[in-house]
Structure formats: C-alpha cells, structure tokens
Nanobody, 122 residues
Framework: QVQLVESGGGLVQAGGSLRLSCAASGRTFSTYYVAWFRQAPGKEREFVAAIGRSGATYYGDSAKGRFTMSRDNAKNTVDLQMNRLKPGDTAVYYC????????????????WGQGTQVTVSP
C-alpha cells in the first residue's frame, strides 16, 4: 500500500515556475513508477510526466522542454519542476504510483494522491 500526498501548487503568472512535490509512504516506493497527471475543468485527465525505478523519464507533449521530473528514493519523494508556465497549464495535478505497462496510461496506476491546484494567470 502506498499513500501519496502532493504539495507545491498555487497561483503563478504566465512565464513563471512552480515545483510540485509528491511524498509517498511505504517502503516499496522505490519499486514503483511515479507519474504526474493533470485535469482541467471539463477536460479528460492528461499525462504530464513519469519516472521509472531507475530514473528514466517520460514526458507528455505539453511538458517536453518545460517540465523536469526527478525522484529521491531515499526520501520517498518525487518532484516536478515546471518552468515557462502557460495559462493552459492550469489544472489539478495528481501524483500516481504503480507498475505500468504504459507509463502514460492513467489506468496503469494503482495509487493516487488527492491532487494540488495549479493556476497560471495571463
């Protein structure tokens, strides 16, 4: 069983940066992939980024070149550094953990956090 708690969301102007963190409980955290998804009002949940057990990263098209994901297995944390934010990045961001066949597929993840709101003003 893994419990995930996101933090770091907030309000930022376009062009600014935010760093999201996901803290996990459970001694098996290092064996899981961890991903970030986001969901804006009226839209489907969208894949943002994922990181594998060895640190390999995967990014959705919206995140490439602007977002960087990292993990610290000793601290059971995963971070998402988001730069050059745009109003279109406004959403609730969710952290998820699992052993996915496809890192970008939300249904592949067993454990989810409650989400953190990111709002980017024009």
């Amino acid at each position: 069983q893994v419990q995930l708690v996101e933090s770091g969301g907030g309000l930022v102007q376009a062009g600014g940066s935010l760093r999201l963190s996901c803290a996990a409980s459970g001694r098996t955290f290092s064996t899981y992939y961890v991903a970030w998804f986001r969901q804006a009002p009226g839209k489907e949940r969208e894949f943002v980024a994922a990181i594998g057990r060895s640190g390999a990263t995967y990014y959705g098209d919206s995140a490439k070149g602007r977002f960087t994901m990292s993990r610290d297995n000793a601290k059971n944390t995963v971070d998402l550094q988001m730069n050059r934010l745009k109003p279109g990045d406004t959403a609730v961001y969710y952290c998820a953990a699992g052993i996915p066949a496809t890192p970008s597929r939300a249904t592949s993840y067993n454990y989810w956090g409650q989400g953190t709101q990111v709002t980017v003003s024009p």
